[in-house]
Nanobody
Framework: QVQVVESGGGLVQAGGSLRLSCAAS????????MGWYRQVSGKQRELVAS????????YADSVKGRFTISRGNAKNTVVYLQMNSLKPEDTAVYYC??????????WGQGTQVTVSS
């Protein structure tokens, strides 16, 4: 089992910044990717950013140049999402995930990010 816990959401004005944190614990030895999805009510969950154990990162086109995902430790079990130049359309619930090579994705409980115009 893997536990995933996020923190750092909140309310910010357009143009502002927030940093989300995520930590995975438990059976972490088979985690190869961690990242963030976001979901707006009534819409599909979409990938925001991910970082592999190798360090390779991936971003949604809508956040490139504004968001940065980084690791907080060498085991790739702590990740951060620095969100700059936030826009109202970034408003969503952000979910951290940890991908286990055998079981699949473990998810956090989600953290609300609200960007006011």
């Amino acid at each position: 089992q893997v536990q995933v816990v996020e923190s750092g959401g909140g309310l910010v004005q357009a143009g502002g910044s927030l940093r989300l944190s995520c930590a995975a614990s438990g059976s972490i030895f088979s985690i190869d990717v961690m990242g963030w999805y976001r979901q707006v009510s009534g819409k599909q969950r979409e990938l925001v950013a991910s970082i592999a154990f190798s360090g390779i990162t991936n971003y949604a086109d809508s956040v490139k140049g504004r968001f940065t995902i980084s690791r907080g430790n060498a085991k790739n079990t702590v990740v951060y999402l620095q969100m700059n130049s936030l826009k109202p359309e970034d408003t969503a619930v952000y979910y951290c995930y940890a991908r286990h090579t055998v079981v699949g994705n473990y998810w956090g409980q989600g953290t609300q990010v609200t960007v006011s115009s």
